[in-house]
């Protein structure tokens, strides 16, 4: 839910909230041998998870000058999870194997909270031209499979949210027959959970992106539009 209220003849604030409930349960089990004994012939995972959320956010809007605009924003999240595993806590595979690929974490509730701001800036070089500064924070909690199906190392610890930190500038405009736009970006994140090429889970990376964007829309016709993107982007994982 959102509400606009429109506070002076230059500011806009537009404040609201999002609510989230849902639910599942999981159950992975291996009928044939696999590749080693660390893929034991056995039930891996038999458990259901329940989260909830409440994220309550506000943003302002000022004209600064007629043709310069700031956006401040905040965004507030609370997540709970609560998950419960109907088989034995530990190791899916035979106590000899140090190895496993399945290790279940005993039930338990974790609980995210995390603020997210915002700021940008939006020039009108022209009517149908802009240019546009933008800098934000933003998090994502570990879904249920980064939480509850770890491997072999892996500790029962509580997993933080993943932060990413962005920062975007660009040139956006046209008419009614063509637009286009560039953009440069940079984001840098932490806490990051990803597989590499051997499928074992990496937790806490802190991978930076850097690259450039270009779209172009063309529209000749009433009936006939023409859309065309490119980029370059670099990735380091660390």
Known sequence: AAFVQHYSAVTDITSGFDLDYSEGDLQQFQKTAGPGTDF?????YDYSVYAHSMSPFIQVENALTPK???????????SVYG???ALPDGSACD?????CRYIRPPSTSERYYNWSPGW??????????IIYLNLARSHRDPHSAEQFQRQ?????NHIDSAQTDSIEL??????NILTTEINLFGMRKRNVVFTDSDANTIYDAKPRHYGIELSATYAPLSWLEIEAAASYARHRFA
């Open 83 to 85: 998950y419960h595993n």
């Open 152 to 156: 072999a190392g892996q500790n029962d």
């Open 95 to 99: 106590a000899s194997v140090t190895s």
């Open 68 to 78: 310069l605009t700031m956006t401040t924003s905040v965004r507030w999240d609370s």
């Open 170 to 175: 660009g040139l956006r405009g046209g008419d």
């Open 40 to 44: 034991p012939v056995s039930d891996h």
């Open 120 to 129: 940008g800036l939006r020039y009108d070089v022209s009517d149908n031209h």
